[in-house]
């Protein structure tokens, strides 16, 4: 499985944004896919994760403002960011976890929020 992530920009405090991870299979069957992000300096952290049957898991400092989907009609899952901070600001990746192959990483889009 291929993935595209897209949708990171320039975003003042307080904005939204929407990321997608476009997946070039059926992401239907897929375990888990999710959001992990790096800042510069800091280790990669975990943001938000997808179960197949619609389970979510938020990460606590973005719980309340970001919102995980995925449309399997669209092979595509999306990561709807509000209220964003300056710490919000890092390269945003999107993962998915087939449990028979293991898990698939798509490249990052860089989220910066600044005024």
């Known amino acids: 499985v291929q993935l595209q992530a897209s949708g990171g920009g320039l975003v003042q405090p307080g904005g939204s944004l929407r990321l997608s991870c476009a997946a070039s299979?059926?992401?239907?069957?897929?375990?888990?896919m999710g959001w992990y992000r790096q800042a510069p300096g800091k280790q990669r952290e975990f943001v938000a994760f997808?179960?197949?049957?619609?389970?979510?898991k938020y990460a606590d400092s973005v719980k309340g403002r970001f919102t995980i989907s995925r449309d399997n009609a669209k092979n595509t899952m999306y990561l709807q960011m509000n209220s964003l901070k300056p710490e919000d600001t890092a390269v945003y990746s999107c993962?998915?976890?087939?449990?028979?192959?293991?898990?698939?990483w798509g490249q990052g889009t860089q989220v910066t929020v600044s005024s």
């Open positions: 997808t179960g197949s049957v619609g389970s979510t």
């Open positions: 299979a059926s992401i239907s069957g897929i375990n888990a």
């Open positions: 993962y998915a976890y087939i449990s028979s192959a293991g898990t698939y």
